[in-house]
């Protein structure tokens, strides 16, 4: 038996700190997401986390806003390949490049599906300032919301 590590198979692992770090990454609950749900829990809108906008779309937002059908997505800079912050990797680079690829696909797909059912989807970067973010959040949702009689 060698003492040197080998990723699992069909790891996509380089080495064991880079598998440590990668499993340690949340795809929920992250700081710029927490940062914005306070600000539009302050501002009185209620919301639910990480839920599925459509029951049939095996997707989340990270806030949905039911009655308003409005979903938001507070997107992570490397994950969904921003313009400005994306950084092809050192390691692994088809891998990671096609990963990313395939999730900003998957992006365009969830807002057509979403749109076309009526909803009005809201993308934000994660280095976009949580105080514009919930502002426009704000105000999109209490344009959208049903008016009580």
Known sequence: MTSEWQPPTGSWASSA???RN????????TKPEQLVRRLVHAQGLRYRVCAK???NLR???DMVFRPAKVAVFIDGCYWHGCPEHYVSPKTN?????DKVARNIARDRDTD???TEAGWTVLRFWEH???DACALKITATVSKLRPKRS
Do not use: K, V
């Not at 990668?22 to 609950?29: C, E, G, L, V």
């Open 53 to 55: 906008p459509l029951p």
């Open 128 to 130: 976009e300032s949580p």
């Open 112 to 114: 057509e599906r979403l």
């Open 59 to 61: 997707r989340t937002a």
């Open 93 to 97: 680079l088809g891998y990671w490049s």
């Open 22 to 29: 990668m499993q340690a990454i949340r795809s929920r609950d």
């Open 17 to 19: 700190a880079n598998r």
